[in-house]
């Protein structure tokens, strides 16, 4: 018992010092989202924001950017892990409470595989961070 015992807290012990020393590369969508990013400079959070101004969606594990054009973007921080799968997949994000014509804080999300529409989780909208570009 004690040969079988010494091993494997051995390997225990070194899978989580290799585990705590590696540096975890951030994932494609995770480093779509921080290229979008480079170069812009963030702005005080806003509630809502007109869904007229949004042309694209970009996301990443628990993060929504509303692009409008390479000058400005809102960055937008989701509330709940239930769409973090599902962001990360690239899945479609469905809004429903758009009676405003606004996506607004607090609004929920679902998240929508692309084929087939299976229901891949649900959060909510966190507050919107614009980014701009300085001329």
């Known amino acids: 018992m004690i040969r079988l015992a010494v091993p494997a807290a051995l390997l225990l012990t070194l899978g989580a010092t290799s585990a705590g020393t590696q540096t975890r590369a951030p994932d494609r969508a995770t480093a779509r989202v921080e290229k979008t990013l480079a170069g812009l400079t963030p702005g005080a959070p806003q509630r809502c924001l007109r869904r007229d101004r949004v042309t694209e ?5 628990n993060v929504i950017l509303y692009v ?3 000058d400005r973007v809102w ?4 509330v709940g892990e239930g769409c973090a799968r599902g962001l ?3 899945d ?3 809004s429903r409470n758009l009676v405003s014509g606004e ?3 607090g ?3 679902h998240m929508r595989v692309r084929t087939g529409g ?3 989780g649900t959060c909510s909208l966190g507050q919107f961070v614009p980014y701009t570009r300085n001329r």
């Open 88 to 90: 990360a997949r690239g």
């Open 118 to 120: 299976t229901l891949t």
């Open 103 to 105: 996506y607004c804080s």
């Open 92 to 94: 479609i994000v469905v």
């Open 107 to 109: 609004d929920l999300i």
């Open 68 to 70: 409008a054009g390479r």
């Open 57 to 61: 969606l970009r996301t990443a594990p």
């Open 75 to 78: 960055r937008n921080d989701v």
